[in-house]
């Protein structure tokens, strides 16, 4: 079992930054591939980017690319989202998540991921 905490959302202007961190509980942090999705209102949560649990390999979603950059600390045991020049369009509430051991789904794919977060809301005004 774990238990996902995010922080660090906010309200930014479009070009800002913003740096969002994820907490987890238990010590098997590292086990876990971990990712970000968000959702914006009135549409369905989408992927954003992970890490797997080595911290090895990373994925981006195509809309992110080149703007965030997901890292972790398996012995802090958080995992964090740096977001650069952000644009109305990446408005959302931003969940952190954790991937179960073994999962035929995709580091994309919402199935794969067992825990979440409660999510942290990110405002980008124009």
């Known amino acids: 079992q774990v238990q996902l905490v995010e922080s660090g959302g906010g309200l930014v202007q479009a070009g800002g930054s913003l740096r969002l961190s994820c907490v987890a509980s238990g010590r098997t942090f590292s086990m876990y591939d971990m990712g970000w999705f968000r959702q914006a209102p009135g549409k369905e949560r989408e992927f954003v980017t992970a890490i797997v649990r080595s911290g090895g390999s990373t994925y981006y979603g195509d809309s992110v690319k080149g703007r965030f950059t997901i890292s972790r600390d398996n012995a802090k045991r958080t995992v964090a989202l740096q977001m650069n020049s952000l644009k109305p369009e990446d408005t959302a509430v931003y969940f952190c998540?954790?991937?179960?051991?073994?999962?035929?789904?995709?580091?994309?794919?919402?199935?794969?991921?067992?825990?979440w977060g409660q999510g942290t809301q990110v405002t980008v005004s124009s």
């Open positions: 998540a954790a991937a179960a051991p073994y999962s035929v789904y995709g580091v994309k794919a919402e199935a794969r991921y067992a825990y």
